[in-house]
């Protein structure tokens, strides 16, 4: 499970009977959740800041590729005095199989 920091803060809020206190040496308290486990399997819960407030997005690591559209090129730019300048170009991008097997929901509040 993929989310921005509203809906995370909601997950980590999740409580049930079987929450468990752990004591502390360095005197932190609070609550995060990271792995969740339901009654329909157990989800990864990850934090990113580019999701919108209101979206969440689910999907299996399996689905997920990372492929290169342009490979690592290093190109010499206009040299300034006694400075050169160069710039490393690559290209990469997620590419998502098997889209139906992955979920959004988009209207959270």
């Known amino acids: 499970i993929v989310s921005g920091a509203k809906q995370k803060r909601i997950i980590s809020g999740f409580t049930s009977g079987g929450v ?3 004591a502390r040496a360095d005197g932190t308290a609070g609550r995060k959740i990271t792995i969740f486990e339901s009654d329909f399997g157990t989800a990864t819960c990850l934090l990113h800041r580019w999701c919108l407030t209101a979206d969440l997005f689910g ?6 590729e990372l492929v290169t559209l342009r ?6 730019l206009a040299k300034t005095g006694d400075a050169d300048s160069a710039q490393i170009l690559q290209e990469r991008s997620l590419k998502v199989r ?5 979920f959004r929901f988009s209207a959270l509040t």
């Open 59 to 64: 999907y299996t690591r399996d689905q997920l």
């Open 98 to 102: 098997r889209e139906r097997h992955a």
């Open 20 to 22: 468990i206190d752990v």
């Open 71 to 76: 490979s690592l090129m290093y190109e010499p």
